[in-house]
Each structure stands twice: as C-alpha cells, then as structure tokens.
C-alpha cells in the first residue's frame, strides 16, 4: 500500500457531506511536542494526544489490538481543511464590517465637516 496516496475518486464514493462546526472542534485541540517513553530519541516528537481528539471527533480514533489509540490524520486532514473554509468565511464577513465601518466613518467625517463650515 502507498502510505503517501489513499483513493479519494469521487466515482468511489456515496452519500458524501461536508463535514460541519470543525473550526469549534479543532480550536479544543493541542498540538503538542512530547518524546515517546522509553525513547532516546534527541528530537522531540509533534503530534496531538488521541484521547483529545476523541472527545471532538471520537470517529477519528481507534484502539489497537492493545488497546492503544491510534489516529485517522487524513480524517483530521479533512476537518482541519474546514475549518479553514470556516475562518476564510469568518474573515470575508470581517472584511465586509471594516469597510461598511470605514463607509459610516467618512460620512460621519464629511457631515461633522459640513456642520464646523455652517456654525462658522
């Protein structure tokens, strides 16, 4: 199996909807640095900590045969791929505020200059 590509063909795929409220979900999670115990490893590791992730996206994380958690990152991939969405659109509405702002403040500036030109 190639680790680096998983089938993603939309010919292969049924019932599909956008995943929702993920930037909410991945603003609960931490990335971390940690080591690995028993590792000597000198670099540090970067990751999240599963039993996190579990409590926003629980059907991104399995046990192993030891019971161990493990983490779907191409489902976390997907969400965090939202998430982005979810802020561009947060942004785009931020962007439309200053600039209907920015509208108001130069009417308010002409009219307050109209005003000081009469009282005069």
């Not at 045969?65 to 969405?85: E, H, I, P, S």
Request: charged share 30%; hydrophobic share 40%; net charge negative.
């Amino acid at each position: 199996m190639n680790l680096k590509y998983k089938l993603a063909d939309a010919q292969l795929k049924a019932d599909v909807s956008e995943l929702t409220d993920c930037l909410a979900k991945l603003c609960r999670l931490r990335g971390v640095e940690f080591q690995w115990k028993g590792s000597d490893a000198a670099r540090p590791e970067y990751g999240i900590v599963a039993q996190d992730l579990e409590q926003s996206f629980p059907e991104f994380v399995e046990r192993d045969t030891d019971g161990f958690r493990t983490v779907n990152y191409l489902g976390l991939f997907a969400a965090t791929v939202q998430a982005v969405k979810e802020l561009a659109e947060i942004n785009a509405e931020l962007v439309m505020q200053v600039s209907d702002l920015r509208d108001q403040i130069a009417e308010i500036s002409t009219a307050a200059g109209t005003t000081k030109k009469h009282a005069a």
